[in-house]
Nanobody, 124 residues
């Protein structure tokens, strides 16, 4: 079982930066694919923002955040990060950390482990 706790959300201005962190419990963190999803105001579906594999460190980014966001992980600290630069008002959402074993996926319901979410608000 993996427990995930996000931190680092808050309020930023357009063009600003925030860094989200997700601390994972359990000794099998290295085996999991880690991802960040977000759910915007009124959003019904959690959309994937970025994902990172465990062994090779291969990363995936949604087109909407490419060049602005960076996902990374520190397996020694059981932590995954999301560095967000060049923030836009449309980035306003609740950001969730998620984990799964097996193949990388962009579909939220294929991730069995979730954090509680952290709010990111970007003012115009």
């Amino acid at each position: 079982q993996v427990q995930l706790i996000e931190s680092g959300g808050g309020l930023a201005q357009t063009g600003g930066s925030l860094t989200l962190s997700c601390a994972a419990s359990g000794r099998t963190f290295n085996n999991y694919i880690m991802a960040w999803f977000r759910q915007g105001p009124g959003g019904k579906v959690r959309e994937i923002v970025a994902a990172i594999t465990s062994s090779t460190g291969d990363v995936y980014y949604a087109d909407s955040v490419k060049g602005r966001f960076t996902i990374s992980r520190d397996n020694a600290k059981n932590t995954v990060y999301l560095q967000m630069n060049g923030l836009k008002p449309e980035d306003t959402a609740i950001y969730y950390c998620a984990a799964k074993a097996g193949l990388r996926s962009g579909i939220w319901y294929e991730y069995p482990h979730w954090g509680q979410g952290t709010q990111v608000t970007v003012s115009a």
